[in-house]
């Protein structure tokens, strides 16, 4: 019997070697582009040029509340209430 090291070691081989084994067959969908990391399709998005359209500041209005998004001189965003 190994020691215990040799056994993990063997164990993430085999759950590695069991993964690509489930791995579905390539499809002619398999050649779309995946979103990248972290991209979400049902969230929408938006360029901050579509928003400002040329303004440095625009009011969002939510729960009766206003917040203000600005854009600062470093070209930062900031949202205040």
């Not at 990248?36 to 901050?48: F, K, L, T, Y």
């Not at 729960?63 to 965003?77: Q, S």
């Amino acid at each position: 019997m190994g020691t215990g090291v040799e056994r993990v070691t063997s164990a993430i081989q085999n759950r590695r070697r069991d993964h690509r084994a489930k791995k579905p067959a390539e499809t002619a969908t398999d050649s779309v582009v995946p979103l990248p990391e972290g991209m979400n399709p049902a969230v929408p998005e938006w360029s901050s040029l579509d928003l400002f359209k040329g303004a440095k500041e625009l009011l969002i209005r939510h729960n009766g509340a206003d917040y203000r998004l600005r854009i600062t001189a470093a070209n930062k965003l900031i949202l205040t209430k």
